[in-house]
């Protein structure tokens, strides 16, 4: 596609349910990046693909977060036992390669998790 | 630990004016990237501009440009013959280059521009 598309764009659920969030990166590009922007703050990193690996988690805040990229393109950040601080827009954004001097990352719309 | 510091919650100019954006940041590295990304209400971060550390000279895209003073550590986003279409939030982020794990982005807080017709 033209651009990093995520779905779905929006998602409300109830406090101890399970999400999935997904992420299309533009094709061709192999690092991908997972991002948290709580409301009034700017984006936060959680977790970072290079290939299908996942180079940096470092940025996940614990262990009921957990995302995965079995192809190497598409990927799903999942959230266990979501709870109401979990309220956010989950950004996305890929680029061609990572660690180089030239990589813009382009981010897609984001996805806002409502947990209620 | 890196930070980046957006003093100007809310900011507002009149159409056809410039406005100048804020930006500081803190870190012990010596090579770096500076961007400046548009989000407007549709939250899709645009990348506005990009600044290299090593480089003196200011970059410049169109009616946007920077003011870049590495030894303060200020990077300021200057708009000029501002638009309505302007009107967003501004992030102003800082990557540190890291070749094995990633380039790491970090974002100040943002500073919500109004351009008033």
């Known amino acids: 596609g033209a651009g990093v598309s995520q779905t779905p764009s929006n998602k409300v659920t109830e406090k101890g349910k399970y999400v999935e969030l997904r992420c299309d990166p533009i094709?061709?590009?192999?690092?991908l990046y997972w991002y948290r922007q709580s409301l009034g703050q700017g984006p936060e990193f959680l977790i970072y693909?290079?290939?299908?690996?996942?180079?940096?988690d470092s940025g996940l805040p614990n262990d009921r977060f957990f995302a995965v990229r079995p192809e190497g393109s598409v990927s799903t950040l999942k959230i266990q036992r979501t709870e109401r601080g979990d309220s956010a827009v989950y950004l996305c954004?890929?680029?061609?390669?990572?660690?180089?001097?030239?990589?813009?990352?382009?981010f897609g719309p984001g996805t806002r998790l409502t947990v209620l | 630990a890196q930070t980046v510091t957006q003093s100007q919650p809310e900011m507002s100019v009149q159409e056809a004016e410039t406005v100048t954006l804020s930006c500081t940041y803190d870190?012990?590295?010596?090579?770096?990237?500076l961007f400046w990304y548009k989000q407007p209400p549709s939250r899709q971060m645009i990348l506005v501009i990009r600044?290299?550390?090593?480089?003196?000279q200011n970059a410049t895209e169109n009616r946007f440009s920077v003011n870049f003073q590495k030894a303060a550590k200020s990077f300021s986003l200057k708009i000029s013959d501002s638009q309505l279409g302007d009107t967003a939030m501004y992030f102003c982020?800082?990557?540190?280059?890291?070749?094995?794990?990633?380039?790491?982005?970090?974002f100040g807080t943002g500073t919500s521009l109004t351009v008033i017709p």
């Open positions: 954004a890929s680029s061609w390669t990572s660690g180089g001097a030239t990589d813009t990352q382009y």
């Open positions: 094709s061709g590009h192999t690092a």
């Open positions: 693909f290079q290939g299908t690996g996942a180079a940096d």
């Open positions: 870190t012990s590295e010596s090579n770096y990237y």
């Open positions: 600044q290299e550390a090593y480089k003196q």
């Open positions: 982020a800082f990557m540190k280059q890291k070749p094995n794990t990633g380039n790491q982005f970090y």
